[in-house]
Structures are given as structure tokens and as C-alpha cells.
């Protein structure tokens, strides 16, 4: 038999085999495609006088690391708007979100900016059956505000820090978002009679559904709070991790908050319960939190679970 210089033929008893085997092959189930994790959906809630178009930076990041993520940024309250009771923001932003938790019985994560963390700490409260995962709050004024900035000197052109808790703690100035979380040191008690969102949320004055909403708020699964010394409109900073000024001006941490000592919303039981990620980082400032690549990569893209 003619055959080619160097080339072995494979024995008779391989050949005769040979159609079974294929035969064999067409027969098994087919090996499956690797499998792609599915990601938790993603909303997202802006800040004061933002719109969704300031996330479009964020929005790359996540569908850049977490491919096939589904990410709702919500297009509400935008602009001058973002001034409306922050109570009604929330009843906005409820209506928004409950169908989008309904849909994903997994959980979702929740991604909020500046103001927009106080909308969502009130959701975590107010909403019973909320699946919430992840509420990454980024650069929020958690524990109220109290500082000179160009928004508060827009909207109140006369008044400074030192007197305008004659506006903000007044029935008309409650009508302001800004004034919703307005929390004068020197004050105390006109902040606590006169608050109609901070107070109540942080369970800092009595009201009939205090326990109720501490138990919604532990539902959570995890607390992520980001900021710091560099933002230049949280005033304190450490507002974003529950630190604030004491009548001296003196920042005191979250642990030597009363909200915190109290328990009065939950924050010491997520505390022992490992559930809450501090991640403070110098070098930015306000408006640049959402658009910093090292910042999500830092401090939101490991909990996008």
C-alpha cells in the first residue's frame, strides 16, 4: 500500500471504532456555556438640584465591571425640584422604587448622593418589606448639616449659618429640603421640636412609628458610608459617617452620637452585627464623588454584589 514518507496510519481496530465514537459524541449533552453571574439591579437616587445625567460616569463604571447589571437611575425631583419636603421626595421615590424591588426578589442595592442619602435612609424606614441589600451612601449628610455654601447662600442670600436656624426651624422654612436636615449645634432644641424629617428619622423625638421603622431599617443587609475631608459641602464631613458637632463645634463620631448610644434607629445593632463599611477618602470634592473612577472601584464596586 502507497503511503507518505514519516506518516504512521492509526491501527485497523481504532478505524473500525472510529463511527461509534462519533456516534458517542453526538449523543452526549453538550458541554454549557460558563455561566455569567447575574448582579443585584442597581438605583441609584441624585442630590440637591442634580438630574440622572450626572451619573452617566457611574453608570459606565458599573456596566463596565458588572456587565448585564440593570441600573435605574432615578429621574425624579430633578433640578429646583430637589428643594421640594424631603417627605414628599420620599413618597416619589417609594412609588418609583416598589416596583423595582417587587422584581427583583434577590435584593437590589441602593446608590445615593448627598441629599439624595437621606431620601434613602427614610425609605429603608418607611418601606416594611424593602430588599434592600446594599445602601451605599456617598457623601451624605447623614447626621443633618451645618455650613456656609453656595446653595445655602442662593436660597438664603442674608442669612448666615449662625442665624439660619430662625428660618429653617420656622413651619414656612420646613417647606425647604435643605432646612429638612438643617441641624444647628447651638440649637438643640429648636432642631429637635422643630425638625419634621432628621429628627424623626434619626428617632431622636418621639413618634408613633419609631418602632416600627427601626425594625424596617435593620432589614438592610449592609451599610456603606463614604465621604471626606476634602468634599467641601458637608459641613462637618464626618456628617457622612453619623459624626457631628457638639455645642462647642467639636466633631464627636458616630459612637458618641446619642442616636448611636440610644440605638434609637439601629445604627449600634448594625454596628455589632458587622453590617456597616466606613470608607472615608481625602482629595475629593463634592460634586466629583460619582465620577471618580478609584472611588467606585474602592469603595462601591465590591458590595455591587
Not at 418601606?127 to 451605599?136: A, G, K, P, R, T
Amino acid at each position: 500500500m502507497l503511503g507518505l514518507p514519516g506518516l504512521r496510519l492509526p491501527p485497523a481496530g481504532f478505524l473500525l471504532l472510529l463511527p461509534f465514537l462519533l456516534l458517542l459524541l453526538l449523543l452526549l449533552p453538550a458541554t454549557p456555556a460558563p455561566h455569567r453571574a447575574s448582579y443585584k439591579p442597581v438605583i441609584v437616587v441624585h442630590g440637591l438640584f442634580d438630574s440622572s445625567y450626572s451619573f452617566r460616569h457611574l453608570l459606565e463604571y458599573i456596566n463596565e465591571t458588572h456587565p448585564g447589571t440593570v441600573v435605574t437611575v432615578l429621574d425624579l425631583f430633578d433640578g429646583r425640584e430637589s428643594l421640594r419636603p424631603l417627605w414628599e421626595q420620599v413618597q416619589g421615590f417609594r412609588e418609583a422604587v416598589a416596583p423595582i424591588m417587587a422584581k427583583a426578589p434577590q435584593g437590589v442595592h441602593l446608590i445615593c448622593y448627598s441629599q439624595g442619602g437621606l431620601v434613602c435612609r427614610a425609605l429603608l424606614s418607611v418601606m416594611d418589606e424593602h430588599n434592600v441589600d446594599s445602601f451605599i451612601s456617598l457623601s451624605s449628610p447623614q447626621m443633618g448639616q451645618y455650613g456656609d455654601t453656595d446653595y445655602l447662600k442662593w436660597l438664603f442670600p442674608t442669612s448666615m449659618r449662625s442665624n439660619l436656624y430662625r428660618i429653617c426651624y420656622s413651619p414656612w422654612g420646613q417647606e425647604f429640603s435643605i432646612c429638612n436636615y438643617w441641624h444647628d449645634p447651638h440649637h438643640d432644641d429648636l432642631y429637635l421640636n422643630a425638625s419634621s424629617f432628621l429628627a424623626l428619622i434619626n428617632g431622636e423625638r418621639d413618634h408613633p412609628n419609631a418602632t416600627a421603622w427601626r425594625k424596617n431599617f435593620l432589614r438592610v443587609g449592609r451599610l456603606v458610608l463614604i465621604g471626606g475631608p476634602d468634599d467641601g459641602v458637608i459641613t462637618p464631613w464626618q456628617s457622612s459617617f453619623f459624626g457631628f458637632y457638639d455645642a462647642n463645634e467639636t466633631v464627636l463620631e458616630m459612637e458618641e452620637q446619642l442616636v448611636y448610644l440610644r440605638d434609637s434607629f439601629g445604627l449600634k445593632t448594625l454596628l455589632a452585627r458587622g453590617a456597616i463599611v466606613r470608607c472615608p477618602m481625602a482629595g475629593i470634592s463634592h460634586t466629583a464623588w460619582h465620577s471618580n473612577r478609584t472611588l467606585y472601584e474602592t469603595c462601591i464596586e465590591p458590595w455591587l454584589s
